[in-house]
């Protein structure tokens, strides 16, 4: 660790502590870096940059190319906690209002940062979310979701609509410290994909909001680790059996956990979807082991998980403010996959790796 919080900042200069996450990230670290430093308010941030034990050189890129900064700190994790789990080890370090929550596959625009933080000051709320453009272009990737679909997950605003609350930002959380603290941080057992669904929720349930900052832009490749190649471009679909069973896994515990009573219904079609869509990739893969990790397998896992699922949901029951009532607003009849399947056509039938 480089100094301490106490020794390199004062608490009170601080508006936003921005918390990059990173695990074998060289590729894309010295952009993330340089376009954090290029910031219009970078004498108000505190970077943190949290490692899970790189083995690619990019935990010292990181502590190389910010050596002068006298606002950083590096923390080394000495192991792969994911992402979640990443944060929440490191967030008591954090000294800023505000938590920006990175990954280093990403590079923002200038006033990125300035915006968020004027938009949820502005509208007094604890949460607001990016506009997420492809790395490369300004092609739009994701304004985040506006609601949930039958199965649960988050559906994209229509095309060329530019919503002014999210029900759930994309993957990026700038939020309140507090409220992060408040309503229990991340779920460490998550370890990859789905953590947005899971704080978001919480987020609304605990009575606060989340805003669209439509201004504040960052540009982002994404599954680097699942769908490598092309670069900087996606161009092809690529997934595999470990990303699958995380994804369903982590979707269904965000639903066990964080549904009151009438929106545990969601299971069910999510199941069906989940079904569904193993079947497909067995056929596709012809492997049986591809259905076992990527449906029985989430299942199994969420009954194994029964104990911390009723410990989430008494946890939730101390701040709930808001029930699954109030929460049918965001339910929409569109279908959140869509997107996803459109991409067939595009870039062709999903390439599926066994691991």
Known sequence: M??????RLVADEVWVSVILLNYNGSAWMKRCLETLQGQSIFNRMQIIIADNQSNDGSDHQAQ?????WTNTLFIQNGC????G??????????TGRYLFLLNPDVWLEPRCIEELYLAAEKANVGCAGVLVLDYDNDEIQ???????DLSGHGVEPPRGYVPTTLFMGHGFAFLRKDLFERIGGYDDLYFLYGEELDLCWRIWASGDKIVHAPMARIHHRGAVSVNPKGGSKVVEIRTN???????????????LKNSQ?????????????????SVAGTILVGRWSFFERTFWQPVRECWRLRTHIQANRKSLRGFRKRGDLWMLRFLTWRFARWEDYRR?????LPRIDAR
């Open 2 to 7: 480089k100094g301490t919080p106490e020794s």
């Open 64 to 68: 190389d190319f910010t050596a002068s």
């Open 80 to 83: 792969n906690l994911g992402f």
């Open 85 to 94: 789990g990443g944060v929440n080890l490191v967030t008591k370090h954090a």
């Open 142 to 148: 994701s304004r985040g979701g506006i609601g949930f």
């Open 241 to 255: 059996d470990s990303k699958r069973f995380y994804s369903n896994r982590n979707h269904l515990l965000s639903l």
């Open 261 to 277: 009573h009438l929106l545990l219904l969601l299971i069910v079609p999510s199941l069906l979807l989940y079904f569904v869509e």
């Open 344 to 348: 067939f056509f595009r870039l062709g």
